[in-house]
């Protein structure tokens, strides 16, 4: 059968074109393979090519022009079932070059045809990363001083698993866009193509000057490379089910523990020093909960905030964590962002932080502006220099938070904070974050951050809870 729906030809494309020849190998190499129209993906983006995934009864996605590859890798993550097409021209393949590299380092199973006709076809001719030496071109009238990329020579050294090129006029093309197809990982088929409208009038390639081209430029026609790596989208899935499994397994999911103790058991180790946030407490929180930790740079307070997030996971729930600071990094503000909810997360943004921690005048200047706003439902606490010269509709709790934090320890006073916000909004048991601390850090910084965490606590009784 053929893959082209009929009823929409003919093709949008100049007559002549050599896009017309490109839809044709397409359709005989998938006819060959007899692949189920509904597990293909025809993925373009701007460009006369562009137009080419209408024309098949598969599925389709149209994007933006250079972007091609990040639709088709993100398709290809989401179902590695599928096979996935990127079809783009030269013009693509220049805008968006770093998504060409990443596709080939990282060897994901998708298929890249570019159309390669050296020029902008579709907005005038205009002169191209491929378009060869002394080229004449809208833009270079008097010849093309810039060398033309080696699309197969650029990506060779990544080895992924197949590189080729072809011409429109190729016995061949067929065979190796089926072979393409087919290739266990990325796969990239350039094929060299005529634009009758504008760069075939201004340069004498044609089908019988397109071999002399080839050579002149020492990129030669065949296949490049067929590579061994492993597929990333699947390699990505074996490397993390094991701990997905045993996510499921913690949640209850029917007789999933078992399946997911021999998953673990039998799997390689993962590289690095991962760590399981394994539950060890139970967290009475009902409801979501964001939380805005700021102070400065060099008062580990992002360090804290994956200390919350974790002794969160480690109580069942879900956490999200979100950091901002200045580009200098170790000087000016610092600031986290953290969700927590018994539900998944599936927006991360803070319009409104429920619970704010204030430690220092850079943080106090970085949410000023949006503190004048909060209601009486946000709980700021802040240190009592602080409290004094926020200007808020919140409710604010002034603490002793460091002049606790000195008796503890220099870098404690996050972790005062966070005892704070423990005790007083009862977001998960301190023995979670303690847990988490010492899975996640040094044993002495480990300890200094519980011995905050726990004289903050102590803070809450003396003052009472300040949400009464």
């Known amino acids: 059968m053929s893959y082209i729906n009929e009823e929409l030809l003919p093709f949008g494309f100049c007559p002549g074109c050599g896009h017309i020849k490109i839809a044709g190998y397409i359709d005989e190499a998938l006819t060959r393979l007899e692949l189920p129209p509904e597990k293909v993906v025809v993925v373009t983006d701007i460009g006369c090519i562009g137009i080419i995934d209408k024309y098949y009864k598969t599925n389709a996605f149209h994007g933006l022009h250079g972007r091609v590859l990040t639709y088709a890798s993100g398709i290809k993550l989401a ?4 096979t996935v097409i990127a079809v783009m021209g030269d013009g693509g393949a220049g805008i968006g070059g770093a998504h060409l590299l990443s596709a080939a380092r990282r060897n994901i199973g998708v298929t890249l045809i570019v159309a390669n006709n050296f020029n902008y076809g579709m907005t005038g001719g205009q002169h191209s990363c491929t378009t060869p030496f002394d080229a004449v071109t809208a833009t270079t009238p008097l010849g093309n001083l810039e060398a033309p990329l080696d699309l197969l020579g650029t990506l060779l050294p990544s080895k992924p698993a197949f590189l080729a090129r072809t011409t429109v006029f190729s016995e061949d093309a067929t065979d190796l866009l089926t072979e393409a197809l087919t290739a266990p990982g990325f796969a990239l088929v350039d094929i060299w193509d005529i634009c009758v409208a504008y760069f075939a009038g201004r340069n004498p390639l044609t089908r019988n000057t397109v071999d002399e081209w080839m050579e002149r430029m020492d990129m ?17 899935r074996d490397l993390h089910e094991p701990l997905c499994l045993a996510k499921e397994a913690a949640e209850g999911d029917g007789g999933g523990a078992r399946e997911a103790s021999e998953a673990t058991s039998e799997s390689a180790t993962p590289p690095g020093d991962r760590v399981a946030l394994e539950q060890v407490a139970t967290s009475s929180l009902s409801a979501r909960t964001s939380v805005l930790i700021a102070g400065s740079a060099g008062q580990k307070i992002r360090s804290v905030a994956t200390l919350l997030g974790a002794g ?14 200045p580009i200098t990094v170790r000087t000016g503000h610092s600031q986290s962002e953290v969700i927590l909810s018994p539900d998944r997360i599936h927006y991360t943004g803070i319009e409104t932080p429920d619970v704010v921690l204030l430690l220092s005048d850079d943080g106090l200047a970085q949410v000023a502006k949006a503190a004048y706003s909060w209601s ?5 606490y802040a240190d009592e220099a602080l409290a004094e010269r926020l200007d808020t509709g919140a409710r604010v709790v002034a603490l002793p938070l460091e002049e606790t934090a000195k008796k503890v320890g220099r870098l404690s006073l996050g972790a005062v904070g966070l005892g704070v916000l423990l005790a007083a909004e009862s977001l998960f048991p301190a023995e979670a974050f303690e847990a988490a601390a010492r899975l996640l850090q040094k044993d002495k ?9 726990r004289a903050g606590m102590e803070l809450i009784p003396a003052q009472g809870d300040p949400r009464t």
């Open 79 to 82: 179902d590695p079932e599928l």
């Open 220 to 236: 030669h026609p065949g296949v490049l490379c067929r590579g061994s790596r492993p597929e990333f989208s699947r390699a990505l």
């Open 312 to 325: 969160a996971i480690m109580s069942g729930l879900a956490a999200t964590q979100k950091d901002d600071y």
């Open 376 to 380: 009486p439902g946000t709980r700021v």
């Open 445 to 453: 910084v480990a300890e200094i951050n519980i011995a905050g965490l």
